[in-house]
T-cell receptor, first 112, second 118 residues
Framework: AQSVAQPEDQVNVAEGNPLTVKCTYSVSGNPYLFWYVQYPNRGLQFLLKYITGDNLVKGSYGFEAEFNKSQTSFHLKKPSALVSDSALYFCAHSGSARQLTFGSGTQLTVLP | GAGVSQSPRYKVTKRGQDVALRCDPISGHVSLYWYRQALGQGPEFLTYFNYEAQQDKSGLPNDRFSAERPEGSISTLTIQRTEQRDSAMYRC????????????????FGEGSRLTVL
């Protein structure tokens, strides 16, 4: 079955340090991959996507993600974390079914 | 409106009652999606529409769930004879369009309707 996996339920990082939120995929064909963020009591917000082209994708709020075909990964990164980045992050993929399938989410906490 | 609007934001109902959840998408957005999100989990696809046509309802868990979008704008998700296991956050999202093949666009989500079935 085609899916994405987020191996970490929780990631803690100190403010100012780099952060990484992991995502691996198991998708046949072209993997269309996305990151969304959910702040408390808010809807999900789009961060970035990989469709084709450069393996390093830049998105909103200083986030970026690297598509790695050999490792089947699409990890979300930011060079310097902010306390306001604390939120729930979801990796997702789309396929021929034309809808997004989400991972289970990773709670990111940035400690001041 | 400026964003996707869902109502009610919170709904508490008794087991066996019917509920209707409403979604008002961003003006001009062709595609509308319904997702269900259990606590601590990612959103789970239920169904989606292009204009008024229901394109895929494969995610609806059983025949107690139905959705419509009669005029290609506002959509209603209806759950009949609710059960406790239906308790969840129900999220609506819209997008400009989905064309043939895989979806490559951006979904705009509403804040959700939290359903609690007692």
């Amino acid at each position: 079955a085609q899916s994405v996996a987020q191996p970490e339920d929780q990631v803690n990082v100190a403010e100012g340090n780099p952060l990484t939120v992991k995502c691996t995929y198991s998708v046949s064909g072209n993997p269309y991959l996305f990151w969304y963020v959910q702040y408390p009591n808010r809807g999900l917000q789009f961060l970035l996507k990989y469709i084709t082209g450069d393996n390093l994708v830049k998105g909103s709020y200083g986030f970026e993600a690297e598509f790695n075909k050999s490792q089947t990964s699409f990890h979300l990164k930011k060079p310097s974390a902010l306390v306001s980045d604390s939120a729930l992050y979801f990796c997702a993929h789309s396929g021929s079914a034309r809808q997004l399938t989400f991972g289970s989410g990773t709670q990111l906490t940035v400690l001041p | 409106g400026a964003g996707v609007s869902q109502s009610p934001r919170y709904k508490v109902t008794k087991r066996g009652q019917d509920v209707a959840l409403r979604c008002d998408p961003i003006s001009g957005h062709v595609s509308l999606y319904w997702y269900r999100q259990a606590l601590g989990q990612g959103p789970e696809f239920l169904t989606y529409f292009n204009y008024e046509a229901q394109q895929d309802k494969s995610g609806l868990p059983n025949d107690r769930f139905s959705a419509e979008r009669p005029e290609g704008s506002i959509s209603t998700l209806t759950i009949q004879r609710t059960e406790q296991r239906d308790s969840a956050m129900y999220r609506c999202a819209s997008s400009l369009a989905t064309s043939g093949g895989a979806y490559t666009g951006e979904l705009f989500f509403g804040e959700g309707s939290r359903l609690t079935v007692l």
